[in-house]
T-cell receptor, first 113, second 113 residues
Framework: ETGVTQTPRHLVMGMTNKKSLKCEQHLGHNAMYWYKQSAKKPLELMFVYNFKEQTENNSVPSRFSPECPNSSHLFLHLHTLQPEDSALYLC????????????FGPGTRLTVT | AQSVTQLGSHVSVSEGALVLLRCNYSSSVPPYLFWYVQYPNQGLQLLLKYTSAATLVKGINGFEAEFKKSETSFHLTKPSAHMSDAAEYFCAVSSNTGNQFYFGTGTSLTVIP
């Protein structure tokens, strides 16, 4: 695997379910990010992890719970979601202070029913 | 605070015509600027980046962008549009720490045969 991978690519879940999104970066980066991309809306930064430490939480509801066990893996745990949470969830990684560009995974298309 | 504004949420060009996608930034310090492309059901792919080394930046797929400080602009151009260029394009500016990206709202490019 190369770059940033995300699983699953598609997920349909009910409002009472608990599921997790997984992201893995194979680039040796030290920062990872979760974004939400909804139709007709700008990209929303949800969480930032630097060196496994969460440094940003942009007022994200507690039904979204991130986990970063190491610098290569990032999870987004989901529970009791709402239909408006349906979106494309993108993971990205970067090497902080070197070039600064972020590399994105293909995303997980989430549908909450 | 940093931000980017993309003028025109939809742009249509004929195949072979010039592509011009506009981006203006707001930053109190010299910025890092980026253009990303997103094809349907995929993540964002880096097209090019400006890091103050040169004002004219060349990217992949024949795209380039020019940093104009006096106009606070970073417009994306391509001399001759190809059908495969149809996608969503995002301009972004990086924070001073490099941890946060501020994305524009995106411009959807349609290429007419």
């Amino acid at each position: 695997e190369t770059g940033v991978t995300q699983t699953p690519r598609h997920l349909v879940m009910g409002m009472t379910n608990k599921k997790s999104l997984k992201c893995e970066q194979h680039l040796g980066h030290n920062a990872m990010y979760w974004y939400k991309q909804s139709a007709k809306k700008p990209l929303e930064l949800m969480f930032v992890y630097n060196f496994k430490e969460q440094t940003e939480n942009n007022s994200v509801p507690s039904r979204f719970s991130p986990e970063c066990p190491n610098s290569s893996h990032l999870f987004l745990h989901l529970h009791t979601l709402q239909p408006e949470d349906s979106a494309l969830y993108l993971c990205a990684s970067s090497q902080v202070n070197e070039g600064r560009e972020q590399y994105f995974g293909p995303g997980t298309r989430l549908t909450v029913t | 605070a940093q931000s980017v504004t993309q003028l025109g949420s939809h742009v249509s060009v004929s195949e072979g015509a010039l592509v011009l996608l506009r981006c203006n930034y707001s930053s109190s310090v010299p910025p890092y600027l980026f253009w990303y492309v997103q094809y349907p059901n995929q993540g964002l792919q880096l097209l090019l980046k400006y890091t103050s080394a040169a004002t004219l930046v060349k990217g992949i797929n024949g795209f380039e962008a020019e940093f104009k400080k006096s106009e606070t602009s970073f417009h994306l151009t391509k001399p001759s549009a190809h059908m495969s260029d149809a996608a969503e394009y995002f301009c972004a500016v990086s924070s001073n720490t490099g941890n946060q990206f501020y994305f524009g709202t995106g411009t959807s490019l349609t290429v007419i045969p």
